[in-house]
């Protein structure tokens, strides 16, 4: 069977671990990783993660011209680059090549960018692509339907150094239709990957809905599951918790 070719966009320090993911599964070749910089420049991902083959030649932002994505041929592209990054690859948009975007800080301009790439070819967006968040995203959605006057609040927990209100809380908000401000609760410990628990308070009982982020990788794995969905599916625009709950309406396996 043909591996799929994977761009990957991002070599920071999740980026790293998602490249890891790619080149250690048999289905993948990564074939090239930009990144914004000119550290490593032109030397191969796989050398620098350990591995005893060449994959992943590494270029800079710098390196993307008209040709680029013609000359260095992909049957995906993956981003866990920064924001900025969704303007590099216009040209890959207009080539019909799948996008995968795991970006949680789009502001509105680059989420219109992404939605015009939709518009050529097929395009999945997930600002936390890792299975498990989502599956806890439609569980809550269905469980806020059954018991629709249950008092929710959303908790997030995360390393220390992470200043912002997380994203993915942030989400879940909105897909239950809560106020992040007031709803979305913030704890900053150590060096917690993340973790995220939706409480629903009902009378005489709570039931509490919760996912931990033990390791980066899970970001790999959903990467993974993202591009193996759309690599064949028509244009448009794709969400992650939309293929999960399809895929638990019509009883397929997700993991």
């Known amino acids: 069977m043909e591996k799929i070719r994977i761009g990957l966009f991002g070599f920071g320090k999740t980026g790293k671990i998602i490249a890891n993911e790619f080149l250690r599964n048999d289905s993948f070749l990564l074939e090239w990783v930009v990144r914004k910089g000119y550290e490593s ?11 005893e083959f060449e994959a992943g030649d590494i270029y800079s932002m710098t390196d993307i011209t008209d040709t680029f994505f013609l000359e260095r041929k992909v049957d995906a592209i ?42 050529s070819t ?10 498990g968040i989502n599956v806890l995203l439609v569980a809550a959605q269905v ?3 059954i018991a629709p006057h249950a008092d929710i609040e959303i908790v997030e927990e995360h390393f220390g150094e992470k200043k912002e209100v997380s ?7 909105e897909a239950l239709n809560l106020d992040a401000a007031r709803h979305v609760h913030s704890i900053r410990v150590g060096g917690i990957v993340g973790n995220h628990q939706i409480v629903f308070g009902m009378p005489n009982q709570t039931i509490r809905l919760s996912h931990e982020s033990v390791s980066r990788a899970a970001f790999g794995q959903g990467a993974i ?14 969400h992650m918790e939309n293929i999960v709950a399809d895929m638990f309406r019509n009883h397929i396996p997700v993991y």
């Open 225 to 238: 599951f993202a591009v193996k969905h759309i690599i064949n599916q028509p244009t448009g625009m794709y």
């Open 167 to 173: 994203g993915t809380a942030k989400k879940i908000a």
């Open 41 to 51: 420049h032109h030397k191969y991902a796989s050398r620098l993660l350990g591995y």
């Open 143 to 145: 469980l806020q339907k």
């Open 78 to 119: 993956v981003d866990f680059s920064s924001a900025a990054g969704v303007y590099e690859y216009r040209p890959a948009a207009e080539l019909k090549i799948p996008i995968v975007s795991a970006i949680s800080k789009y502001g509105e301009a680059e989420l219109k960018q992404l939605r015009e790439y939709a518009k």
């Open 122 to 131: 097929t395009v999945l967006y997930s600002p936390n692509i890792t299975l």
